[in-house]
T-cell receptor, first 110, second 112 residues
């Protein structure tokens, strides 16, 4: 079974802090994604990476950056957290047209 | 502009009956569609998919129907069980690209 692991289930941060969300997959998948889920808005794509050191903006990249130094790890960075970034963050890897998601990180920015 | 729409935010169904969840899309370039189920505080899990060369795909209690001319797909769950209570998301993508666009989700409640 594919395993996508997100380092934290719950995080509480203060506005202005730099926040790192980590994601690791164990199946050598090339494509990895970061989504956020908000009530009534579904899952929205923040950034994705199609290979090591390769990244592309998704639909809502503002306020975020990403890092992919190794194939198995894809990090989402909130440069200066704001309250409107309070959300559930979901990491996924892709193989054979399917996305495999981690358990999610519920981030609260106070 | 929302390219993938799930117009019913919620649906309640009696245990044992059929659940039908609907999804509409606007982009005619989409040729691959997936359904995911999500429980609270967990990540979405893959349920079933369909490519545009088919109009039906079945996996156990789950069947997905695709109507390309109407740009509409639906997920049928028969028979519905209380454990099916979750939020269901449809997603659409185009071959050769990396992105999937998700709908806003439908919360299904199966009543015992």
């Amino acid at each position: 079974d594919v395993k996508v692991t997100q380092s934290s289930r719950y995080l509480v941060k203060r506005t202005g802090e730099k926040v790192f969300l980590e994601c690791v997959q164990d199946m050598d998948h090339e494509n990895m994604f970061w989504y956020r889920q908000d009530p009534g808005l579904g899952l929205r794509l923040i950034y994705f990476s199609y290979d090591v050191k390769m990244k592309e903006k998704g639909d809502i990249p503002e306020g975020y950056s990403v890092s992919r130094e190794k194939k198995e790890r894809f990090s989402l960075i909130l440069e200066s957290a704001s309250t409107n970034q309070t959300s559930m963050y979901l990491c996924a890897s892709r193989y054979n047209e399917k996305l495999f998601f981690g358990s999610g990180t519920q981030l609260s920015v106070l | 502009d929302q390219q993938v729409k799930q117009n019913s935010p919620s649906l309640s169904v009696q245990e044992g009956r059929i659940s039908i969840l609907n999804c509409d899309y606007t982009n005619s370039m989409f040729d691959y569609f997936l359904w995911y189920k999500k429980y609270p505080a967990e990540g979405p899990t893959f349920l079933i998919s369909i490519s545009s060369i088919k109009d039906k795909n079945e996996d156990g209690r789950f069947t997905v129907f695709l109507n390309k001319s109407a740009k509409h797909l639906s997920l049928h769950i028969v028979p519905s069980q209380p454990g099916d209570s979750a939020v269901y998301f449809c997603a659409a993508g185009t071959s050769g690209t990396y992105k999937y666009i998700f709908g806003t989700g439908t919360r299904l409640k199966v009543l015992a």
